[in-house]
């Protein structure tokens, strides 16, 4: 394995690893505040994530395609597709569903939100079990497409 191919598993580590989180252990307690302190803790979450985020995104995906680039009809290369499969759906999701949603999101008064805004968080939440599901397995098909090289 190269070391595009190690930093590409690397970050897609740490996109899963912070999907992972914010999947299991932001949203649970976000369920249980009053309104109004659910919303200014969301927001505060936006503003941070939507830097921290990309930070990982960015390299995630120039460093998978790079490896998959470089491994073209290698052993393990399936796997490889398959992972950069798993980072286009959560790319989609992601631009075309959360980053919406989270524009509007900051937009909201938290004292005085949008009728229907728990709706919002609904939607928000059943595309961030795609995108979390995505990133775990683009880190488990860059995984396996690692072990599959190593085994030849």
Known sequence: MNVVAFVSIFFAGLLAGAEYAVRCGVRRPLAVLAD???IELRQ????????????????TLATAMAATVGNAGGRGFDFQCAGMAALLLWTVTTFAGTVPINAGVLAWSAGAPPHGWQAVIRRWERLDNVRTWAAAAAFACFLGGAARLASG
């Open 44 to 59: 505060a979450l936006i503003r941070s994530l939507r830097i921290a985020v990309p930070a990982v995104y960015v390299p």
């Open 36 to 38: 109004q302190q659910h």
